[in-house]
């Protein structure tokens, strides 16, 4: 039985592009896993001049020689250029092979035309890696939560601005500084603005959202924006508080069936899970019908937590695993809405830059000192559609709990306020 069992694995025969942090990282890993029995027989890098840690007969620069071999069965894409990934990833697909990928801006970007390739050519195309890295958050939200019964999920899902944060809020570090560790460590994509400014987060939000709910948006679609303008004012706030300031991507099921969802920076409390993840950590809460909380942690960068989410998918394609978005396709998808109303903290120069008429309404002002604030009450889509709260030195965190959806509560507290001539 199980020799029977065995010669039903795959074997795999591996094409990999890509040998920085988690290429080289993935070749290391797999030497040291000698029972999965997959090899790399080929690796097409960008710049053959560049001294390697593995044999220089391995290496080339001609893509066709992977794409090509009919030996090479599954191919691994690792390689920083999303275009460039995208033009492999279907071409494997295409030429009969299954793939694995960490590339989540390539992911994000072509959702609808990678589901298209998966269905027509009926091979794997499997990216653990491009989510939280070591966690095991997709596939989860593919077989566990495979029900109507998820309420919501909260996470960190990029390791260098949350690394970023603990740096400077736990250490003192200047924001430059925190930047230049992040990416002497590895942490950091290739261009920080895709980290910095969040989009990095919501490239990787798009695809959990696919995952969780079955919603397939492009990344602009949805509510974003990253730690470039909090101040250390802000966190002189949190502390006061006592709260942490976290790059949090939320999506929650509303009552209305409909999901709203965002990536934000967001005030935790300290005893919140997601207070407790700290540096290059990733943490995902979810919140589903009967379980009540489950938090996933580890680490969401670096060579070799990625390359053993890599080698898990790696050896998932042995027993041709496939993901079958679920939420897509084997149940009605979840619409997005921005039918929701947001608490927020908002700091900023000048109250000139603040459009308060446009707030339903003001709970705290503080305008005494240099760097002013206000918590208030906003909708969703003044957000969504505007972009004055990332403009002028604005800095925009949400409060905890930040989501209100009662309508008829909203509207009563608004009554009173302006009755009470606050607004
Ligand atoms: N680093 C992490 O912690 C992490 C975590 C999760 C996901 N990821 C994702 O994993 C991917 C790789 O990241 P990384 O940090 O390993 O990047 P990296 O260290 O910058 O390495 C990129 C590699 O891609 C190669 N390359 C670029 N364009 C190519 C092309 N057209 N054809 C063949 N090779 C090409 C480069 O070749 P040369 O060596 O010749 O320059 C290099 O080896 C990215 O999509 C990233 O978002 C990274």
């Known amino acids: 039985?199980?020799?029977?069992?065995?010669?039903?694995?795959?074997?795999?025969?591996?094409?990999?592009?890509?040998?920085?942090?988690?290429?080289?990282?993935?070749?290391k890993v797999l030497q040291q896993t000698p029972s999965l029995k997959a090899g790399i027989k080929k690796i097409c890098i960008k710049h053959p001049g560049k001294k390697r840690n593995a044999p220089e007969s391995l290496f080339t620069t001609d893509k066709n020689e992977l794409l090509g071999d009919p030996e090479i069965n599954v191919i691994v894409e690792v390689i920083d250029d999303s275009e460039a990934a995208f033009e492999i990833v279907s071409t494997a697909l295409q030429n009969n092979k299954d793939v694995v990928s960490a590339s989540k801006k390539m992911i994000a970007e072509h959702l609808p035309e990678l589901l298209g390739l998966q269905q027509s050519t009926g091979h794997s195309l499997l990216y653990e890696a491009a989510a939280c890295a070591s966690i095991p958050v997709i596939r989860n939200l593919e077989e566990y939560y495979d029900n109507d019964l998820l309420h919501s999920i909260k996470a960190i899902?990029?390791?260098s601005t949350n690394f970023i944060l603990s740096k400077i809020f736990d250490e003192q570090l200047e924001?430059?500084?925190?930047?230049?560790?992040?990416?002497q460590l590895g942490f950091a994509e290739s261009d920080p603005k895709l980290d910095v400014e969040g989009y990095d987060a919501v490239n990787k939000w798009t695809f959990l959202l696919t995952h969780a709910y079955g919603i397939t948006e492009e990344p602009g679609n949805i509510l974003f924006t990253g730690i470039q303008n909090i101040q250390l004012e802000d966190a002189e706030v949190a502390k006061e508080k006592n709260y942490e300031i976290k790059l949090v991507a939320e999506a929650k099921k509303l009552k209305n069936g409909k999901v709203t969802a965002f990536v934000l920076p967001q005030f935790v409390k300290k005893d919140d899970h997601l207070a407790f993840v700290k540096n290059e950590y990733n943490g995902v809460v979810i919140e589903s019908g009967f379980a009540d909380k489950q938090f996933f942690y580890g680490k969401g960068a670096g060579s070799f937590p990625t390359a053993s989410a890599v080698l898990s998918d790696i050896a998932a394609l042995r027993y041709q695993y496939k993901y079958e978005y679920k939420k897509l396709y084997h149940h009605p998808p979840h619409k997005l809405s921005n039918d929701v109303f947001l608490r927020v903290y908002v700091s900023f120069d000048d109250w000139d830059n603040i459009?308060?008429?446009?707030?339903?309404?003001?709970?705290?002002?503080h305008a005494q000192e240099e760097r002013k604030y206000l918590i208030g009450v906003i909708a969703f889509n003044e957000l969504k559609n505007n972009t004055w709260w990332k403009e002028n030195n604005t800095s925009l965190i949400l409060t905890p709990e930040p989501i209100i959806e009662d309508i008829e509560i909203r509207k009563l507290k608004k009554k009173s306020l302006e009755l009470a001539g606050i607004i």
């Open 355 to 365: 459009p308060r008429e446009r707030f339903e309404w003001i709970e705290e002002w």
């Open 175 to 183: 924001f430059k500084q925190a930047l230049l560790l992040a990416q």
């Open 157 to 159: 899902v990029n390791g």
């Open 1 to 27: 039985m199980k020799l029977k069992e065995m010669e039903t694995h795959k074997q795999l025969t591996i094409g990999l592009f890509g040998f920085g942090v988690v290429g080289e990282g993935l070749y």
